[in-house]
């Protein structure tokens, strides 16, 4: 079945890194996903990463993906309070209807 | 390009009206997805359309629940009675083949 898990919160100080983790179920998943939610906003594309890779960077944002534990993470380096939000990772098949399954939600807050 | 855009914003309504909520997808994109957004729950993916036709609709939670797509520019949720327990934030997501979901800004839906 398919069940996407991450912790519910995470505080950090301004200017460390953050690292969100997720894990997941469905290994026949195609590419992983990680989403930001500001307060009263929908979900933002922050960067994916295809299933078959290891790691992906994308300026401050950096993805590890651990296939064979089935685990995700987004680290962030040098936290900014902007960064503070909610961090959805999802697994999606891929194909002409790339349907994703959300995990619960990561309440990152970054203190000043 | 103008995004997913969702209508209205913010309803509030008394229990037993009917509900209808709109979605206008980001031109060229062939799936649209509806989901909801509650504390309790998180994200639940309710139904998911390709081409206009609707895929898998197994998340729709009962029968007051339902949704058309009657072209490519433009879909409706509708919920009819409404309830307290249908209250939540109602997001609709846009997609091309093998790419990642843009979010439409939501819909908060109040029950009274």
């Known amino acids: 079945g398919e069940d996407v898990e991450q912790s519910l919160f995470l505080s950090v100080r301004e200017g460390d890194s953050s690292v969100i983790n997720c894990t997941y179920t469905d290994s026949s998943s195609t590419y992983l996903y990680w989403y930001k939610q500001e307060p009263g906003a929908g979900l933002q594309l922050l960067t994916y990463i295809f299933s078959n890779m290891d790691m992906k960077q994308d300026q401050r944002l950096t993805v590890l993906l651990n296939k064979k534990d089935k685990h995700l993470s987004l680290r962030i380096a040098d936290t900014q309070t902007g960064d503070s939000a909610i961090y959805f990772c999802a697994e999606g098949y891929g194909g002409a209807t790339n349907k994703l399954i959300f995990g619960t939600g990561t309440l990152l807050a970054v203190q000043p | 390009d103008a995004g997913v855009i969702q209508s209205p914003r913010h309803e509030v309504t008394e229990m037993g009206q009917e509900v209808t909520l709109r979605c206008k997808p980001i031109s060229g994109h062939n799936s649209l997805f509806w989901y909801r957004q509650t504390m309790m729950r998180g994200l639940e993916l309710l139904i998911y359309f390709n081409n206009n036709v609707p895929i898998d609709d197994s998340g729709m939670p009962e029968d007051r629940f339902s949704a058309k797509m009657p072209n490519a520019s433009f879909s409706t949720l509708k919920i009819q009675p409404s309830e307290p327990r249908d209250s939540a934030v109602y997001f609709c997501?846009?997609?091309?083949?093998?790419?990642?979901?843009?979010f439409g800004n939501g819909t908060r839906l109040t029950v009274t």
């Open positions: 997501a846009s997609s091309a083949p093998d790419s990642p979901l843009h």
